[in-house]
Structures are given as C-alpha cells and as structure tokens.
C-alpha cells in the first residue's frame, strides 16, 4: 500500500527567516542554491515576500483554503426576510381576491366604481 502524499506546511518563524535569509543574500545564485536546500519554488518566496511586507509576521500564518464561508445573516436580516415573505403572501391572496371580485361584477353585470388614484399613492 503507497502512502499518500501530504500537503507540506510551513509555519510563519520558517517562512520570515527564508525570507531574511534570501534578503540577506549578497552573491549571484546564493538564492538558488537556499532554495534548492529547502526544497522550495521561487513562488514561494515571492509570495512570503509580498505577505510579509503587506501583513508582517502574521501575513505569513497558514490561511485555510478554500471558498470563504458565506456570512450568517443577523436577527434582524432573518426577521425582515420572514416579514417579507409574510406581505408577499398577503399581497398575493389580495390581489385573487381583486381579481375574483372583478370577475363576478362581469359575471353579473355590476358596473364597478372608478375610484380616483391619489398623486400620494402612486
């Protein structure tokens, strides 16, 4: 039975002191050659780099993977939803309510009254 490969991690300490090392570096292929020993790509350090000097130490701490969780909605969100959804069901009841009282004044010949729209409601 083969092991399975694991995912290699490395912890902040490591990553700045490669990063104050490769800096440290005066002669041609001194970089390459740290590299080489530690096993690591060139990407590597050029993402510690950007993440030290954006975020400092604690820029280079492991980040979980993957997609962002999506964010919880608060009480508040939760209570307009349900509110929203409740006058959604009403409107609806009240416009087949509309809708049958129009027909049953067709259906027995009622003229309906036109009621004036207020410039306020529109």
Same mark, same amino acid.
């Given at each position: 039975?083969?092991?399975?490969?694991?995912?290699?991690? &490395?912890?902040?300490?490591?990553?700045?002191?490669?990063?104050?090392?490769?800096?440290?570096?005066?002669?041609?292929?001194?970089?390459?050659?740290?590299?080489?020993?530690?096993?690591?790509?060139?990407?590597?350090?050029?993402?510690?780099? *950007?993440?030290?000097?954006?975020?400092?130490?604690?820029?280079?701490?492991? /980040?979980?993977?993957?997609?962002?969780?999506?964010?919880?909605?608060?009480? *508040?969100?939760?209570?307009?939803?349900?509110?929203? *959804?409740?006058? /959604? /069901?009403?409107?609806?009841?009240?416009?087949?309510?509309?809708? &049958?009282?129009?027909?049953?004044?067709?259906?027995?010949?009622?003229?309906? /009254?036109?009621?004036?729209?207020?410039?306020?409601?529109?």
């Amino acid at each position: 039975m083969v092991a399975r490969p694991t995912r290699r991690r &490395f912890t902040a300490e490591y990553k700045a002191g490669i990063v104050r090392e490769a800096d440290a570096s005066t002669k041609p292929g001194e970089i390459g050659a740290l590299l080489r020993r530690e096993g690591l790509h060139s990407s590597h350090l050029a993402v510690w780099r *950007r993440d030290l000097r954006a975020h400092g130490v604690q820029g280079l701490a492991a /980040k979980r993977r993957g997609p962002a969780p999506a964010p919880k909605a608060s009480a *508040r969100e939760v209570e307009l939803e349900r509110r929203a *959804r409740k006058l /959604k /069901k009403q409107l609806a009841e009240a416009q087949a309510i509309i809708a &049958f009282q129009k027909k049953v004044h067709e259906l027995l010949g009622i003229p309906l /009254k036109q009621h004036e729209i207020d410039e306020d409601d529109s």
